[in-house]
């Protein structure tokens, strides 16, 4: 049978074989695809999108926060709705919505996102990114997995920093890593936690980054590890 002057965004399908009987039915939604994470950083905020993920890094879930890395950045799934393992890798597409949470880029859920399509592999095991304080205060590495290694904790005004020269990283726990009774050292050997923005208004001239740790901290005497905020003082 010869289907003709279709809606452009119908497609025919025949049911039974009985040719007399032709419904009609809404075409797969496209949606603008976003080769890597950086990629999908260069999209206008609010975008319904398709994210391409191969061999991405599931480097922390924690409730509705889930971070990955690939080879251009790092992204925050922020109750994206998608099953996935902490420390293994992906490979396929995630679909969502593109939204920027101050200066932290986020892929929500949206009516696509039952839609997205990802296989898990075991890959090498990640650790983070070791950096210096000035290298974790770029916005760059906003949602990286990064290990701060042999610096002091100053407190001030009721929070700690650890400080390198004239560059500060708060210490922020947002994941709860630390215990209610947590005595704070005087230094750390390693620290390990994703760089998060402390400072939600976009607009904000700012950079106001916090590393929120993952694991305990871990000092000369004893091994803790937590996650970090990245603040000025």
């Not at 630390?178 to 390693?190: G, H, I, K, N, R």
Request: overall charge negative; aromatic content about 6%; charged content about 20%.
């Amino acid at each position: 049978m010869l289907c003709r002057n279709l809606p452009i965004n119908t497609k025919a399908i025949i049911e039974n074989a009985d040719a007399e009987t032709t419904t009609y039915a809404p075409a797969p939604e496209s949606l603008p695809v976003a080769e890597n994470i950086a990629a999908l950083k260069a999209m206008e905020n609010n975008t319904a999108v398709e994210l391409k993920v191969e061999n991405a890094k599931v480097t922390f879930k924690n409730g509705n926060n889930i971070y990955i890395e690939d080879t251009t950045g790092a992204l925050l799934l922020y109750n994206l709705g998608v099953e996935m393992t902490e420390g293994k890798e992906i490979t396929g597409s995630l679909k969502g919505k593109f939204t920027m949470y101050g200066k932290v880029a986020e892929l929500t859920a949206n009516d696509s996102t039952a839609n997205s399509s990802i296989v898990e592999t075991l890959g090498e095991q990640f650790l983070g990114t070791e950096m210096t304080v000035a290298e974790a205060n770029n916005l760059d590495n906003i949602s990286k997995m990064a290990v701060l290694k042999d610096l002091p904790i100053v407190e001030k005004g009721g929070k700690h920093y650890l400080v390198f020269s004239t560059d500060t990283i708060m210490i922020y726990d947002k994941f709860k890593v630390l215990s209610a009774e947590y005595v704070w050292p005087t230094e750390v050997s390693q620290i390990t936690g994703i760089i998060d923005n402390y400072d939600k208004n976009q607009a904000s001239a700012r950079i106001n980054v916090d590393i929120n740790p993952t694991e305990k901290i871990e000092t000369s005497w004893s091994i803790n590890y937590m996650r970090q905020a990245i603040n000025e003082p």
